[in-house]
């Protein structure tokens, strides 16, 4: 689908159960305060409530929130699949990366897709050593399966994304995961460390992880946008910061190889903190970016 035929609706997903009351909730707002609609010609497919936050690790799972997640990624992906089945592609405004799981329960419904995963972190923790209960620090794992029933079978359709059709692109955590005891991801999972696409260069690195995400035995592919795969330099709007990243050219190039495919079915944006942006420039940059590579109309 090209950028003239590309119809955008934008759903707002203001989840902070998978992270912490901290603002990250705030950020549908504050990128649509910066015209984000307007300048997309994009349909505002609605606003979805996120039930109360509660502070205490569910006994089962070992995650915040985690019954309240289930729910709010079923409604989530019922939204995402009402823009679909009207042949618009979704732009989804969380909210933190459990959001993740909403778009890709509405595709699991649907066949087989991909999930390209942009991201400064793998979030592949498992809960036992999830050194804070957060979701948005395992919704990769839970996307594709690993971890709690509750979390990784909605619907009984475990996995959501098989590990072979997800691309992890720019993450830089390492130490961390080391530090912390995280699962390794998968090796059937396609990594793209951060290194590994300043070594191939970005455009190759895009073209490569894109390249496994068009194969034929899949029906498309959906894009997951986490803030913090920007440079802390130009995105210090994020709960958890790191340094390097992506610059902003950087990202819309390989958000431009991605959507020029022509099999990228929808996009989340994630973890950009409204309050964490004293001066307004994170937020107004993400949107710029996200305007340059969707196509304004």
């Known amino acids: 689908m090209s950028d003239s035929s590309r119809r955008y609706a934008i ?12 603002g990250v909730e705030k950020l549908p707002e504050r990128l649509l305060q910066h015209g984000l609609a307007a300048r997309l010609q994009a349909r505002r497919a609605g606003r979805l409530e996120t039930p109360p ?18 729910e709010f990624s079923r409604r989530l992906a019922d ?15 969380g909210g933190d990366c459990s959001i993740v799981l909403g778009p890709t329960l509405a595709l699991k419904r649907r066949g ?12 592949f923790y498992q809960p036992e050593v999830n050194p804070n209960g957060e979701a948005a620090s395992m919704d990769l794992a839970f996307a594709t399966g690993h971890g ?7 619907e ?15 993450f830089r955590d390492e130490d961390e995961q080391v530090e912390y005891g995280s699962q390794p991801l998968p090796p059937e999972l396609r990594a793209f460390d951060l290194a590994t696409v300043r070594r191939m260069g970005i455009e190759a690195a895009a073209r490569a992880a894109v ?20 440079s802390d330099d130009i995105m210090p709007a994020v ?5 390097d990243g992506l610059s902003w050219e950087e990202l819309k190039t390989t958000l431009r190889i991605a959507l020029g495919s022509g099999k990228a079915v929808g996009l989340e944006v994630a973890i950009y903190n409204p309050n964490l942006d004293k001066d307004g420039s994170a937020g107004l940059g993400l949107a710029e970016v996200l305007v340059a590579a969707l196509g304004s109309r």
């Open 11 to 22: 759903i707002e997903a203001p989840s902070n159960l998978g992270l912490k009351p901290t």
């Open 53 to 70: 936050y509660r502070f205490e690790r569910d006994p089962e799972t070992q995650t915040l929130n985690a019954h309240a997640i289930a």
């Open 79 to 93: 939204a995402v699949g009402d823009v679909l089945d009207s042949g618009e592609f979704p732009v989804v405004l």
């Open 112 to 123: 087989r897709y991909g999930l390209l995963f942009i991201d400064g972190h793998a979030d």
């Open 148 to 154: 709690p029933k509750l979390l990784t079978d909605l």
């Open 156 to 170: 009984g359709r475990r996995p959501l994304v098989q590990d072979e059709d997800a691309v992890a692109f720019a």
């Open 211 to 230: 390249g496994h995400l068009t194969r034929d035995d899949l029906e498309g592919f959906f894009i997951h946008l986490d803030a913090d795969c920007l």
């Open 239 to 243: 709960d958890y910061r790191t340094p």
